[in-house]
Protein backbone atom coordinates (compact mmCIF):
# COMPACT_ATOMS: atom_id res chain seq x y z
CA UNK A 1 0.00 0.00 0.00
CA UNK A 2 1.06 3.67 -0.54
CA UNK A 3 0.15 5.86 2.02
CA UNK A 4 -0.48 9.97 1.31
CA UNK A 5 3.23 11.16 2.31
CA UNK A 6 5.07 8.75 -0.51
CA UNK A 7 2.39 9.56 -2.94
CA UNK A 8 3.26 12.80 -2.24
CA UNK A 9 6.94 12.52 -2.79
CA UNK A 10 6.23 10.79 -6.27
CA UNK A 11 3.83 13.44 -7.34
CA UNK A 12 6.52 16.48 -6.28
CA UNK A 13 8.65 15.13 -9.02
CA UNK A 14 6.27 16.99 -10.94
CA UNK A 15 7.86 20.29 -9.28
CA UNK A 16 11.13 21.84 -10.73
CA UNK A 17 12.25 22.22 -6.49
CA UNK A 18 11.49 18.94 -6.45
CA UNK A 19 13.07 17.38 -9.39
CA UNK A 20 16.32 19.59 -9.03
CA UNK A 21 16.77 19.15 -5.07
CA UNK A 22 16.10 15.44 -4.56
CA UNK A 23 18.36 12.77 -4.75
CA UNK A 24 16.45 10.78 -6.50
CA UNK A 25 14.32 11.07 -10.04
CA UNK A 26 11.71 9.58 -11.72
CA UNK A 27 11.26 7.52 -15.25
CA UNK A 28 7.74 6.46 -16.46
CA UNK A 29 6.85 3.47 -18.61
CA UNK A 30 7.63 -0.06 -19.45
CA UNK A 31 10.48 0.66 -22.23
CA UNK A 32 12.04 3.40 -20.01
CA UNK A 33 12.28 1.08 -16.86
CA UNK A 34 13.50 -1.40 -18.61
CA UNK A 35 16.36 0.34 -19.82
CA UNK A 36 16.96 1.73 -16.43
CA UNK A 37 17.14 -2.39 -15.28
CA UNK A 38 19.28 -2.75 -17.85
CA UNK A 39 21.76 -0.25 -16.89
CA UNK A 40 24.06 0.91 -13.64
CA UNK A 41 21.87 3.12 -11.84
CA UNK A 42 20.45 2.35 -8.96
CA UNK A 43 16.81 2.17 -8.24
CA UNK A 44 15.36 2.33 -5.18
CA UNK A 45 11.42 1.43 -5.79
CA UNK A 46 8.94 0.69 -8.56
CA UNK A 47 5.33 0.62 -8.36
CA UNK A 48 3.56 -1.40 -11.03
CA UNK A 49 0.63 -2.77 -12.17
CA UNK A 50 0.01 -6.48 -12.10
CA UNK A 51 0.22 -6.50 -15.21
CA UNK A 52 3.75 -5.70 -15.38
CA UNK A 53 4.82 -6.96 -12.17
CA UNK A 54 3.73 -10.80 -13.74
CA UNK A 55 5.88 -10.32 -17.14
CA UNK A 56 9.35 -9.55 -14.97
CA UNK A 57 11.16 -12.44 -13.37
CA UNK A 58 12.77 -12.04 -10.05
CA UNK A 59 14.02 -8.06 -9.65
CA UNK A 60 16.90 -6.73 -7.54
CA UNK A 61 14.63 -3.95 -6.19
CA UNK A 62 11.88 -3.64 -3.79
CA UNK A 63 8.57 -3.35 -5.86
CA UNK A 64 5.06 -2.45 -5.20
CA UNK A 65 1.98 -3.18 -6.60
CA UNK A 66 -0.33 -0.51 -7.38
CA UNK A 67 -3.60 -0.64 -9.38
CA UNK A 68 -4.41 2.12 -12.32
CA UNK A 69 -6.10 4.28 -10.22
CA UNK A 70 -2.81 4.47 -8.27
CA UNK A 71 -0.97 4.95 -11.00
CA UNK A 72 -2.74 7.71 -12.79
CA UNK A 73 -2.22 9.73 -9.57
CA UNK A 74 1.59 9.00 -9.41
CA UNK A 75 2.48 9.84 -13.19
CA UNK A 76 3.20 13.09 -14.71
CA UNK A 77 2.21 11.36 -18.09
CA UNK A 78 -1.02 12.25 -19.87
CA UNK A 79 -1.73 8.40 -20.36
CA UNK A 80 0.26 6.68 -18.14
CA UNK A 81 2.00 3.21 -18.95
CA UNK A 82 2.15 0.16 -15.81
CA UNK A 83 5.06 1.66 -14.19
CA UNK A 84 7.20 4.16 -12.28
CA UNK A 85 10.51 3.64 -10.91
CA UNK A 86 12.41 6.45 -8.75
CA UNK A 87 16.36 5.88 -9.16
CA UNK A 88 19.28 7.64 -7.63
CA UNK A 89 21.29 10.29 -9.50
CA UNK A 90 24.53 9.60 -10.53
CA UNK A 91 27.15 12.03 -10.96
CA UNK A 92 30.28 11.82 -13.00
CA UNK A 93 33.35 12.51 -11.46
CA UNK A 94 35.78 11.87 -14.08
CA UNK A 95 35.23 12.60 -17.91
CA UNK A 96 36.69 10.14 -20.39
CA UNK A 97 39.78 11.73 -22.01
CA UNK A 98 38.87 14.42 -24.06
CA UNK A 99 41.92 13.31 -26.48
CA UNK A 100 39.77 10.26 -27.64
CA UNK A 101 36.41 10.80 -27.89
CA UNK A 102 34.46 13.75 -29.36
CA UNK A 103 32.47 15.59 -26.70
CA UNK A 104 29.22 17.43 -27.24
CA UNK A 105 29.12 20.64 -25.48
CA UNK A 106 25.47 22.31 -25.24
CA UNK A 107 25.35 25.91 -24.69
CA UNK A 108 22.24 26.97 -22.87
CA UNK A 109 19.51 24.60 -24.52
CA UNK A 110 16.16 25.50 -22.91
CA UNK A 111 13.46 23.16 -24.37
CA UNK A 112 13.21 19.84 -21.48
CA UNK A 113 12.50 17.89 -24.60
CA UNK A 114 15.41 19.55 -27.22
CA UNK A 115 17.55 18.50 -24.50
CA UNK A 116 16.24 14.93 -24.53
CA UNK A 117 16.77 14.60 -28.06
CA UNK A 118 19.74 15.67 -28.30
CA UNK A 119 20.75 12.81 -25.98
CA UNK A 120 19.08 10.34 -27.40
CA UNK A 121 20.34 11.42 -31.29
CA UNK A 122 24.00 11.93 -29.26
CA UNK A 123 23.58 7.77 -28.16
CA UNK A 124 22.47 6.86 -31.79
CA UNK A 125 25.82 8.51 -33.26
CA UNK A 126 28.07 6.99 -30.54
CA UNK A 127 28.91 10.04 -28.46
CA UNK A 128 29.65 9.22 -24.73
CA UNK A 129 29.69 11.87 -22.87
CA UNK A 130 27.65 15.30 -23.02
CA UNK A 131 28.94 18.76 -21.08
CA UNK A 132 26.06 20.96 -20.70
CA UNK A 133 26.49 24.51 -19.38
CA UNK A 134 25.18 25.76 -16.10
CA UNK A 135 21.94 27.18 -18.03
CA UNK A 136 21.05 24.83 -20.00
CA UNK A 137 17.73 22.66 -18.95
CA UNK A 138 17.93 20.13 -16.02
CA UNK A 139 19.04 16.82 -16.87
CA UNK A 140 16.90 15.44 -14.26
CA UNK A 141 13.50 17.13 -15.43
CA UNK A 142 11.39 14.57 -15.99
CA UNK A 143 10.66 16.16 -19.16
CA UNK A 144 14.48 15.68 -20.43
CA UNK A 145 14.78 11.83 -18.87
CA UNK A 146 11.38 10.89 -20.96
CA UNK A 147 12.14 12.34 -24.40
CA UNK A 148 16.04 10.52 -23.59
CA UNK A 149 14.24 7.32 -24.19
CA UNK A 150 16.62 5.98 -22.29
CA UNK A 151 19.70 7.38 -23.54
CA UNK A 152 20.14 9.29 -20.38
CA UNK A 153 21.49 6.35 -18.80
CA UNK A 154 24.07 5.37 -21.29
CA UNK A 155 25.28 9.10 -22.14
CA UNK A 156 27.45 10.76 -19.55
CA UNK A 157 25.43 14.41 -18.84
CA UNK A 158 27.25 16.29 -16.81
CA UNK A 159 26.79 20.14 -16.05
CA UNK A 160 30.02 22.15 -15.81
CA UNK A 161 31.52 25.49 -16.72
CA UNK A 162 32.16 24.78 -20.74
CA UNK A 163 34.47 27.82 -20.71
CA UNK A 164 36.63 26.19 -18.29
CA UNK A 165 36.70 22.99 -20.07
CA UNK A 166 37.55 24.57 -23.51
CA UNK A 167 40.40 26.93 -22.11
CA UNK A 168 42.31 23.96 -20.60
CA UNK A 169 41.77 21.66 -23.17
CA UNK A 170 43.57 23.09 -26.44
CA UNK A 171 41.55 20.47 -29.00
CA UNK A 172 39.50 21.04 -32.32
CA UNK A 173 36.29 22.77 -31.56
CA UNK A 174 33.45 22.69 -34.24
CA UNK A 175 30.62 24.72 -33.64
CA UNK A 176 27.92 25.52 -35.46
CA UNK A 177 27.53 29.72 -36.19
CA UNK A 178 26.29 31.65 -39.36
CA UNK A 179 29.65 32.27 -40.89
CA UNK A 180 31.04 29.01 -41.00
CA UNK A 181 32.65 26.99 -43.61
CA UNK A 182 30.13 24.59 -44.91
CA UNK A 183 29.34 21.36 -42.98
CA UNK A 184 30.10 19.21 -45.96
CA UNK A 185 33.25 20.76 -46.81
CA UNK A 186 34.56 20.10 -43.22
CA UNK A 187 35.95 16.82 -41.85
CA UNK A 188 35.12 16.41 -38.66
CA UNK A 189 37.72 14.65 -36.39
CA UNK A 190 37.18 11.51 -34.07
CA UNK A 191 37.95 13.63 -30.80
CA UNK A 192 37.65 17.19 -30.05
CA UNK A 193 34.40 19.09 -28.90
CA UNK A 194 31.56 19.80 -31.17
CA UNK A 195 29.31 22.82 -29.32
CA UNK A 196 25.41 23.92 -30.10
CA UNK A 197 24.10 26.65 -29.41
CA UNK A 198 20.81 27.70 -27.64
CA UNK A 199 17.64 27.87 -29.57
CA UNK A 200 17.74 31.40 -30.51
CA UNK A 201 20.72 32.73 -29.36
CA UNK A 202 23.31 29.95 -30.61
CA UNK A 203 26.28 29.76 -29.16
CA UNK A 204 27.65 32.18 -26.67
CA UNK A 205 30.75 34.73 -27.11
CA UNK A 206 32.29 33.06 -24.02
CA UNK A 207 32.49 30.33 -25.75
CA UNK A 208 32.46 31.07 -29.72
CA UNK A 209 35.66 32.61 -29.32
CA UNK A 210 37.73 28.82 -28.30
CA UNK A 211 35.79 27.57 -31.59
CA UNK A 212 38.80 26.40 -34.33
CA UNK A 213 36.65 25.06 -36.72
CA UNK A 214 33.33 27.41 -37.48
CA UNK A 215 30.92 25.51 -39.03
CA UNK A 216 27.27 25.57 -40.91
CA UNK A 217 24.38 23.96 -42.55
CA UNK A 218 24.09 25.09 -45.61
CA UNK A 219 20.77 26.28 -46.45
CA UNK A 220 18.57 25.48 -49.55
CA UNK A 221 15.36 26.92 -48.73
CA UNK A 222 13.96 29.47 -46.35
CA UNK A 223 13.24 28.44 -42.87
CA UNK A 224 15.11 30.80 -40.65
CA UNK A 225 17.08 28.42 -38.46
CA UNK A 226 16.55 24.49 -37.61
CA UNK A 227 15.23 23.02 -34.30
CA UNK A 228 19.01 22.30 -32.15
CA UNK A 229 18.24 18.74 -31.69
CA UNK A 230 17.55 18.66 -35.40
CA UNK A 231 21.22 20.14 -36.17
CA UNK A 232 22.58 18.35 -33.91
CA UNK A 233 21.51 15.28 -35.40
CA UNK A 234 22.70 16.07 -39.09
CA UNK A 235 25.88 17.41 -37.66
CA UNK A 236 26.69 14.41 -35.98
CA UNK A 237 25.71 12.38 -39.18
CA UNK A 238 27.57 14.20 -41.39
CA UNK A 239 30.57 13.63 -38.84
CA UNK A 240 30.14 9.99 -38.94
CA UNK A 241 29.23 9.73 -42.70
CA UNK B 1 -13.38 46.15 -27.76
CA UNK B 2 -13.22 42.82 -27.55
CA UNK B 3 -16.60 41.25 -26.87
CA UNK B 4 -17.42 38.12 -24.89
CA UNK B 5 -18.52 35.84 -27.86
CA UNK B 6 -15.51 36.96 -29.86
CA UNK B 7 -12.93 36.13 -26.78
CA UNK B 8 -14.90 32.70 -26.73
CA UNK B 9 -14.34 32.25 -30.46
CA UNK B 10 -10.43 32.73 -29.90
CA UNK B 11 -9.89 30.86 -26.63
CA UNK B 12 -11.76 27.64 -28.65
CA UNK B 13 -8.96 27.19 -31.14
CA UNK B 14 -7.65 25.25 -28.06
CA UNK B 15 -10.02 22.51 -28.72
CA UNK B 16 -9.38 20.14 -31.56
CA UNK B 17 -12.68 20.17 -32.66
CA UNK B 18 -12.76 24.03 -33.25
CA UNK B 19 -9.50 24.12 -35.00
CA UNK B 20 -10.08 21.55 -36.92
CA UNK B 21 -13.52 22.61 -38.21
CA UNK B 22 -13.25 26.03 -38.55
CA UNK B 23 -12.23 27.84 -41.42
CA UNK B 24 -9.57 29.92 -40.46
CA UNK B 25 -6.55 29.15 -37.98
CA UNK B 26 -4.96 30.78 -34.97
CA UNK B 27 -0.90 32.25 -35.53
CA UNK B 28 0.71 33.33 -32.23
CA UNK B 29 3.61 35.84 -31.69
CA UNK B 30 5.56 38.98 -33.36
CA UNK B 31 8.06 36.01 -34.97
CA UNK B 32 5.17 34.19 -36.75
CA UNK B 33 2.67 36.94 -37.58
CA UNK B 34 5.55 38.63 -39.52
CA UNK B 35 6.07 35.40 -41.16
CA UNK B 36 2.25 35.18 -42.19
CA UNK B 37 1.72 39.08 -43.10
CA UNK B 38 5.20 38.63 -45.76
CA UNK B 39 2.85 35.32 -47.26
CA UNK B 40 0.04 35.23 -49.68
CA UNK B 41 -1.83 34.07 -46.67
CA UNK B 42 -5.41 35.81 -46.22
CA UNK B 43 -5.75 37.49 -42.56
CA UNK B 44 -8.55 38.24 -41.47
CA UNK B 45 -7.59 40.00 -37.84
CA UNK B 46 -4.75 40.84 -35.79
CA UNK B 47 -4.98 41.12 -32.41
CA UNK B 48 -1.91 43.30 -31.06
CA UNK B 49 -0.53 45.42 -27.51
CA UNK B 50 -0.11 49.24 -28.34
CA UNK B 51 3.36 48.14 -28.39
CA UNK B 52 3.33 45.89 -31.32
CA UNK B 53 1.16 48.16 -33.40
CA UNK B 54 3.38 51.16 -32.81
CA UNK B 55 6.45 48.76 -34.46
CA UNK B 56 4.10 48.74 -37.59
CA UNK B 57 3.29 50.82 -40.76
CA UNK B 58 0.08 50.65 -42.47
CA UNK B 59 -1.68 46.91 -42.49
CA UNK B 60 -3.80 45.64 -45.01
CA UNK B 61 -5.95 43.85 -42.30
CA UNK B 62 -8.17 45.25 -39.75
CA UNK B 63 -6.16 45.52 -36.51
CA UNK B 64 -7.69 45.70 -33.06
CA UNK B 65 -5.22 46.83 -29.78
CA UNK B 66 -5.93 44.88 -26.96
CA UNK B 67 -3.85 45.19 -23.23
CA UNK B 68 -1.52 42.44 -22.05
CA UNK B 69 -4.58 41.14 -19.69
CA UNK B 70 -6.99 40.33 -22.42
CA UNK B 71 -3.66 38.71 -24.58
CA UNK B 72 -3.43 36.57 -22.02
CA UNK B 73 -6.88 35.58 -22.06
CA UNK B 74 -6.77 34.98 -25.66
CA UNK B 75 -3.88 33.16 -26.09
CA UNK B 76 -2.61 29.29 -25.84
CA UNK B 77 0.90 30.01 -25.12
CA UNK B 78 2.34 29.97 -21.59
CA UNK B 79 4.23 33.49 -22.03
CA UNK B 80 1.88 35.08 -25.00
CA UNK B 81 4.05 37.48 -27.35
CA UNK B 82 2.25 40.95 -28.35
CA UNK B 83 0.46 39.64 -31.45
CA UNK B 84 -2.46 36.98 -32.10
CA UNK B 85 -3.57 36.58 -35.77
CA UNK B 86 -6.72 35.11 -37.05
CA UNK B 87 -6.13 33.43 -40.77
CA UNK B 88 -7.84 31.82 -43.36
CA UNK B 89 -7.10 28.20 -44.28
CA UNK B 90 -5.63 27.47 -47.72
CA UNK B 91 -6.25 24.08 -49.99
CA UNK B 92 -3.81 23.08 -52.50
CA UNK B 93 -5.90 21.93 -55.08
CA UNK B 94 -3.11 21.32 -57.47
CA UNK B 95 0.21 19.23 -56.78
CA UNK B 96 3.81 20.41 -57.98
CA UNK B 97 4.60 18.00 -60.59
CA UNK B 98 6.20 14.91 -58.98
CA UNK B 99 9.01 14.52 -61.81
CA UNK B 100 10.33 18.43 -60.79
CA UNK B 101 10.75 17.84 -56.98
CA UNK B 102 11.27 15.74 -53.60
CA UNK B 103 7.76 15.24 -52.31
CA UNK B 104 8.15 14.37 -48.81
CA UNK B 105 5.31 12.09 -47.38
CA UNK B 106 4.64 11.98 -44.06
CA UNK B 107 2.91 8.20 -42.84
CA UNK B 108 0.82 8.78 -39.55
CA UNK B 109 3.16 11.16 -37.79
CA UNK B 110 1.27 11.49 -34.29
CA UNK B 111 3.19 14.28 -32.43
CA UNK B 112 2.07 17.66 -33.29
CA UNK B 113 5.44 18.76 -32.54
CA UNK B 114 7.01 16.72 -34.98
CA UNK B 115 5.14 17.50 -37.15
CA UNK B 116 6.07 21.40 -37.15
CA UNK B 117 9.76 20.16 -36.98
CA UNK B 118 9.44 18.11 -39.90
CA UNK B 119 7.54 21.04 -41.91
CA UNK B 120 10.66 23.49 -41.15
CA UNK B 121 13.44 21.32 -41.39
CA UNK B 122 11.73 20.69 -44.97
CA UNK B 123 11.80 24.05 -45.81
CA UNK B 124 15.08 24.57 -45.31
CA UNK B 125 16.34 22.19 -46.94
CA UNK B 126 14.24 23.76 -49.99
CA UNK B 127 11.72 21.08 -50.18
CA UNK B 128 8.21 22.82 -51.59
CA UNK B 129 5.59 20.34 -51.04
CA UNK B 130 4.53 17.55 -48.29
CA UNK B 131 1.92 15.10 -48.56
CA UNK B 132 0.84 13.84 -45.19
CA UNK B 133 -1.51 10.79 -44.90
CA UNK B 134 -5.08 11.11 -43.29
CA UNK B 135 -3.96 9.86 -39.59
CA UNK B 136 -1.12 12.40 -39.32
CA UNK B 137 -1.14 14.59 -36.63
CA UNK B 138 -3.45 17.99 -38.10
CA UNK B 139 -2.14 20.93 -39.91
CA UNK B 140 -3.86 23.29 -38.42
CA UNK B 141 -3.08 22.09 -34.78
CA UNK B 142 -1.82 25.54 -32.88
CA UNK B 143 0.66 23.32 -31.59
CA UNK B 144 1.76 22.44 -35.38
CA UNK B 145 1.65 25.80 -36.91
CA UNK B 146 3.88 27.57 -34.21
CA UNK B 147 6.21 24.76 -33.84
CA UNK B 148 7.15 25.31 -37.92
CA UNK B 149 8.49 29.22 -36.97
CA UNK B 150 6.68 30.06 -39.93
CA UNK B 151 7.69 27.20 -42.71
CA UNK B 152 3.89 26.55 -42.57
CA UNK B 153 3.34 29.45 -44.97
CA UNK B 154 5.86 28.59 -47.60
CA UNK B 155 6.17 24.84 -47.53
CA UNK B 156 2.38 23.46 -48.97
CA UNK B 157 1.45 20.72 -46.76
CA UNK B 158 -1.52 18.48 -48.02
CA UNK B 159 -3.50 15.76 -46.32
CA UNK B 160 -4.15 13.14 -48.79
CA UNK B 161 -4.72 9.53 -50.02
CA UNK B 162 -0.83 8.39 -49.81
CA UNK B 163 -0.96 5.04 -51.14
CA UNK B 164 -3.23 6.81 -53.97
CA UNK B 165 -0.26 9.17 -54.97
CA UNK B 166 2.31 6.11 -54.89
CA UNK B 167 0.06 3.81 -56.97
CA UNK B 168 -0.36 6.60 -59.67
CA UNK B 169 3.04 7.97 -59.91
CA UNK B 170 5.66 5.03 -60.75
CA UNK B 171 9.02 7.39 -59.27
CA UNK B 172 11.98 6.64 -56.96
CA UNK B 173 10.59 6.31 -53.63
CA UNK B 174 12.70 6.51 -50.54
CA UNK B 175 12.02 5.15 -47.46
CA UNK B 176 13.82 4.79 -43.95
CA UNK B 177 13.51 1.47 -43.01
CA UNK B 178 15.12 -1.29 -40.60
CA UNK B 179 16.96 -3.22 -43.44
CA UNK B 180 17.34 -0.55 -45.34
CA UNK B 181 21.01 0.34 -47.55
CA UNK B 182 23.27 2.55 -45.58
CA UNK B 183 21.65 6.26 -46.35
CA UNK B 184 25.59 7.32 -46.62
CA UNK B 185 25.82 4.63 -50.20
CA UNK B 186 22.67 5.61 -51.39
CA UNK B 187 22.56 8.98 -53.92
CA UNK B 188 19.12 10.78 -53.51
CA UNK B 189 17.68 11.84 -56.78
CA UNK B 190 16.38 15.60 -56.75
CA UNK B 191 13.12 14.67 -57.94
CA UNK B 192 10.66 11.44 -56.47
CA UNK B 193 9.15 10.66 -52.69
CA UNK B 194 10.98 10.72 -49.35
CA UNK B 195 8.41 8.48 -46.91
CA UNK B 196 8.90 8.98 -43.40
CA UNK B 197 7.12 6.83 -40.85
CA UNK B 198 5.55 6.95 -37.63
CA UNK B 199 7.35 7.81 -34.63
CA UNK B 200 7.41 4.19 -33.24
CA UNK B 201 5.40 1.82 -35.99
CA UNK B 202 7.67 3.19 -39.10
CA UNK B 203 6.33 3.33 -42.22
CA UNK B 204 3.14 1.18 -42.77
CA UNK B 205 3.01 -1.82 -45.22
CA UNK B 206 0.36 -0.03 -47.49
CA UNK B 207 3.33 2.23 -48.36
CA UNK B 208 6.44 0.35 -47.95
CA UNK B 209 5.31 -2.21 -50.58
CA UNK B 210 6.49 0.98 -52.94
CA UNK B 211 9.66 1.95 -51.75
CA UNK B 212 12.06 1.16 -54.57
CA UNK B 213 15.05 2.63 -52.66
CA UNK B 214 14.79 1.20 -48.91
CA UNK B 215 17.35 3.39 -46.61
CA UNK B 216 18.48 3.44 -43.21
CA UNK B 217 20.30 5.39 -41.26
CA UNK B 218 23.44 3.98 -39.48
CA UNK B 219 24.03 3.08 -35.84
CA UNK B 220 26.92 3.60 -34.15
CA UNK B 221 26.06 3.74 -30.48
CA UNK B 222 22.76 2.47 -28.91
CA UNK B 223 19.75 4.42 -29.03
CA UNK B 224 16.81 2.14 -29.86
CA UNK B 225 15.80 4.69 -32.49
CA UNK B 226 15.95 8.67 -33.82
CA UNK B 227 13.19 11.05 -33.08
CA UNK B 228 11.48 11.55 -36.49
CA UNK B 229 12.15 14.98 -37.40
CA UNK B 230 15.53 14.57 -36.73
CA UNK B 231 15.59 11.35 -38.93
CA UNK B 232 14.08 13.28 -41.68
CA UNK B 233 16.80 16.58 -41.20
CA UNK B 234 19.35 13.79 -41.54
CA UNK B 235 18.31 12.40 -44.49
CA UNK B 236 17.50 15.35 -46.02
CA UNK B 237 20.80 16.80 -45.58
CA UNK B 238 22.31 13.64 -46.69
CA UNK B 239 20.72 14.28 -50.04
CA UNK B 240 21.76 17.64 -50.38
CA UNK B 241 25.26 16.50 -49.45
Known amino acids: MINNSELKYIQSFAHKKH ?4 SAFIVEGPK ?6 RSDWTINKIYATADWISGQ ?3 PVPVVEIDEIMLKRMSQMQSPHQVIAIA ?3 SFLK ?3 YTQTLTVLLDGIQDPGNLGTIIRTADWFGIQQILVSEDTAGFYNPKVIQS ?3 SCFRVRVESTNLEAVLA ?3 LKVYGAVLNG ?3 YETKIQSSGFLIIGNESKGIGSSLSKYITDPIKIPKFGNAESLNAAVAAGIILSHWKA
Open 19 to 22: WAEE
Open 32 to 37: MVQELL
Open 57 to 59: GVL
Open 88 to 90: EKQ
Open 95 to 97: ALP
Open 148 to 150: TMG
Open 168 to 170: SNP
Open 181 to 183: QSM
